[in-house]
C-alpha cells in the first residue's frame, strides 16, 4: 500500500530536517511581491487539472512531500489532500513538465494518472501565484455522509465522441453538475443548468427537480474535469439511476478531443476555471451578459471592495466607470482611507460570505430562477 511506503519513502521531511535545511512549507510573500517575483523567473506556465480517488493515510505528510518537489520546479497553484485522494490545479514551467510528470508518475496510485491540459492558457499573465497545498477532510465538498454508498461504484464513462452519440438522443437527459455563475457563461447544448450556488446541494436538488420519474432515461453529466462526477455518477446509482454516464475529463478533455480530432463541438461560449484566467475560451459565442449593464460579456470579476468580493460578470465599460466595483456603495468604500476600510470591515465577515456566491440584488442583470427554461426542461416538466 503506498501510505506505508509513504512513511519510509518521505520521512526525511522532519522538523528537525526542515530547521537544519532551512526549508520553507509555505509561502509568506503579498500579491504584489509574488508578481514581481513570476515576472523576474520568467516561467512559460502550463495549467494543468487532475484528481485521484486514493487511501492516503498520512496526508500531511504526503503534502509536505508533494510541496517540496513541486517547489523545486516552480509548480504555483491550488492542491488539496485529503485521506480520500488528491484533487490539484496548478501550473507548471514548460521546460520542467516532463521532470514534474516523471516524478508525479513515480507515486504509486498516480502512475500514469490522466493530466487535463488547459484549453485555453491566454487569458491571464498568471494562473497562479504561488503554490498552496492544503490537507482537507475530503477533496470534494460533497456532503455525503452515508454509509452503505459505494464510491468507486461510478457511471460509464464517455468520450467526446459517444458524448455527442448520447446526448443526439432523445431519450438522454443531459445536466451541468457545476454551479450557476459556471454554467451561465459556457455550457453544452440543451444541458439543465441547475441554479445551485454548491455541488453539495446540486445532488438532492437534481434529484428532486430532475431526475425523479426519469429513471429510466440516459443520464448524462458532465462537469469542468470530471472530478465531481465522478461521485455523483456513483451517487445517483446509489439512488436507484441505472443509464448513469458522465464526461471523461470533463469540458477540458472534451474540448480538447474535439480541436485534435475534428469532432463537431457541442459546448458554447467560455469554460469557467478556478484561477486567475476565471475562464478559458472554448467557442467565440458570448452567451451571457454584463450584470450592471446587461450587453453581451463572459468576463468574470471579484468586486474591488475587500470587504464584499462578490464575483460576477462586468463588461470593459462598467469595469471603468465603476473601477471594478459591484455597486455604489462598494464603489464609496474603495476611496475612504485604508483605516476607515477596515475599521468599516470589522464584522463584516459574514456579509462576504454571502455575497461570494455571486447573488447580489445590486445586479440588475443578474441570470436567476426566471430564465426561459430550455427545451429539455420544458419537456421534463411537462
Ligand atoms: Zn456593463
Ligand atoms: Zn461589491
Same mark, same amino acid.
Given at each position: 500500500?503506498?501510505?506505508?511506503?509513504?512513511?519510509?519513502?518521505?520521512?526525511?521531511?522532519? &522538523?528537525?530536517?526542515?530547521?537544519?535545511?532551512?526549508?520553507?512549507?509555505?509561502?509568506?510573500?503579498?500579491?504584489?511581491?509574488?508578481?514581481?517575483?513570476?515576472? !523576474?523567473?520568467?516561467?512559460?506556465?502550463?495549467?494543468?487539472?487532475?484528481?485521484?480517488?486514493?487511501?492516503?493515510?498520512?496526508?500531511?505528510?504526503?503534502?509536505?512531500?508533494?510541496?517540496?518537489?513541486?517547489?523545486?520546479?516552480?509548480?504555483?497553484?491550488?492542491?488539496?489532500?485529503?485521506?480520500?485522494?488528491? /484533487?490539484?490545479?496548478?501550473?507548471? &514551467?514548460?521546460? /520542467?513538465?516532463?521532470?514534474?510528470?516523471?516524478?508525479?508518475?513515480?507515486?504509486?496510485?498516480?502512475?500514469?494518472?490522466?493530466? @487535463?491540459?488547459?484549453?485555453?492558457?491566454?487569458?491571464?499573465?498568471?494562473?497562479?501565484?504561488?503554490? #498552496?497545498?492544503?490537507?482537507?477532510?475530503?477533496?470534494?465538498?460533497?456532503?455525503?455522509?452515508?454509509?452503505?454508498?459505494?464510491?468507486?461504484?461510478?457511471? #460509464?464513462?464517455?468520450?467526446?465522441?459517444?458524448? /455527442?452519440?448520447?446526448?443526439?438522443?432523445? @431519450?438522454?437527459?443531459?445536466?451541468?453538475?457545476?454551479?450557476?455563475?459556471?454554467?451561465?457563461?459556457?455550457?453544452?447544448?440543451?444541458?439543465?443548468? &441547475?441554479?445551485?450556488?454548491?455541488?453539495?446541494?446540486?445532488? &438532492?436538488?437534481? !434529484?428532486?427537480?430532475?431526475? +425523479?420519474?426519469?429513471?429510466?432515461?440516459?443520464?448524462?453529466?458532465?462537469?469542468?474535469?470530471?472530478?465531481?462526477?465522478?461521485?455523483?455518477?456513483?451517487?445517483? +446509482?446509489?439512488?436507484?439511476?441505472?443509464?448513469?454516464?458522465?464526461?471523461?475529463?470533463?469540458?477540458?478533455?472534451?474540448?480538447?478531443?474535439? #480541436?485534435?480530432?475534428?469532432?463537431?463541438?457541442?459546448?458554447?461560449? #467560455?469554460?469557467?476555471?478556478?484561477?486567475?484566467?476565471?475562464?478559458?475560451?472554448?467557442?467565440?459565442?458570448?452567451?451571457?451578459?454584463?450584470?450592471?449593464?446587461?450587453?453581451?460579456?463572459?468576463?468574470?470579476?471579484?468586486?474591488?471592495?475587500?470587504?464584499?468580493?462578490?464575483?460576477?460578470?462586468?463588461?470593459?465599460?462598467?469595469?471603468? $466607470?465603476?473601477?471594478?466595483?459591484?455597486?455604489?456603495?462598494?464603489?464609496?468604500?474603495?476611496?475612504?482611507? $485604508?483605516?476607515?476600510?477596515?475599521?468599516?470591515?470589522?464584522?463584516? /465577515?459574514?456579509?462576504?460570505?454571502?455575497?461570494?456566491?455571486?447573488?447580489?440584488?445590486?445586479?440588475?442583470?443578474?441570470?436567476?430562477? !426566471?430564465?426561459?427554461?430550455?427545451?429539455?426542461?420544458?419537456?421534463?416538466?411537462?
Amino acid at each position: 500500500m503506498f501510505f506505508e511506503n509513504c512513511l519510509i519513502n518521505f520521512n526525511f521531511v522532519t &522538523p528537525n530536517y526542515l530547521k537544519q535545511h532551512s526549508m520553507q512549507l509555505w509561502n509568506t510573500l503579498n500579491k504584489e511581491e509574488l508578481e514581481m517575483h513570476l515576472r !523576474e523567473v520568467g516561467h512559460k506556465y502550463v495549467t494543468i487539472s487532475f484528481y485521484q480517488y486514493a487511501k492516503i493515510a498520512n496526508p500531511r505528510l504526503f503534502r509536505d512531500h508533494l510541496f517540496l518537489s513541486w517547489s523545486k520546479l516552480d509548480v504555483v497553484g491550488r492542491t488539496y489532500v485529503a485521506k480520500e485522494g488528491i /484533487n490539484a490545479q496548478i501550473a507548471v &514551467p514548460t521546460e /520542467n513538465l516532463g521532470q514534474f510528470r516523471e516524478e508525479l508518475y513515480q507515486i504509486e496510485f498516480l502512475e500514469g494518472i490522466r493530466l @487535463n491540459f488547459a484549453v485555453d492558457d491566454s487569458e491571464a499573465e498568471f494562473p497562479f501565484l504561488k503554490l #498552496k497545498i492544503k490537507v482537507r477532510d475530503k477533496i470534494l465538498a460533497d456532503g455525503l455522509n452515508d454509509e452503505t454508498f459505494d464510491v468507486t461504484n461510478k457511471g #460509464k464513462h464517455l468520450n467526446a465522441e459517444e458524448f /455527442n452519440k448520447l446526448t443526439d438522443d432523445p @431519450n438522454t437527459i443531459l445536466i451541468d453538475f457545476r454551479n450557476h455563475y459556471e454554467s451561465e457563461v459556457g455550457h453544452f447544448k440543451g444541458a439543465i443548468l &441547475p441554479d445551485v450556488d454548491t455541488f453539495r446541494e446540486s445532488l &438532492p436538488f437534481i !434529484e428532486e427537480t430532475y431526475l +425523479k420519474g426519469n429513471e429510466d432515461k440516459n443520464l448524462v453529466m458532465y462537469c469542468t474535469g470530471g472530478i465531481r462526477c465522478e461521485k455523483a455518477s456513483a451517487w445517483f +446509482k446509489h439512488r436507484g439511476f441505472n443509464n448513469v454516464h458522465q464526461l471523461e475529463g470533463g469540458i477540458i478533455k472534451y474540448a480538447n478531443d474535439c #480541436k485534435e480530432k475534428g469532432l463537431d463541438n457541442k459546448f458554447i461560449g #467560455k469554460n469557467f476555471v478556478f484561477d486567475e484566467r476565471r475562464g478559458e475560451r472554448v467557442t467565440e459565442d458570448i452567451i451571457s451578459v454584463c450584470h450592471q449593464c446587461g450587453s453581451p460579456a463572459d468576463t468574470h470579476t471579484n468586486c474591488k471592495n475587500d470587504a464584499c468580493h462578490l464575483l460576477f460578470i462586468q463588461c470593459e465599460i462598467c469595469k471603468h $466607470e465603476m473601477e471594478n466595483c459591484c455597486s455604489n456603495e462598494c464603489l464609496e468604500m474603495i476611496h475612504l482611507p $485604508e483605516a476607515e476600510q477596515k475599521e468599516r470591515r470589522k464584522g463584516l /465577515n459574514n456579509s462576504n460570505k454571502i455575497f461570494k456566491k455571486g447573488r447580489s440584488s445590486q445586479l440588475k442583470f443578474k441570470a436567476n430562477n !426566471e430564465k426561459p427554461l430550455s427545451l429539455i426542461e420544458q419537456s421534463i416538466q411537462k
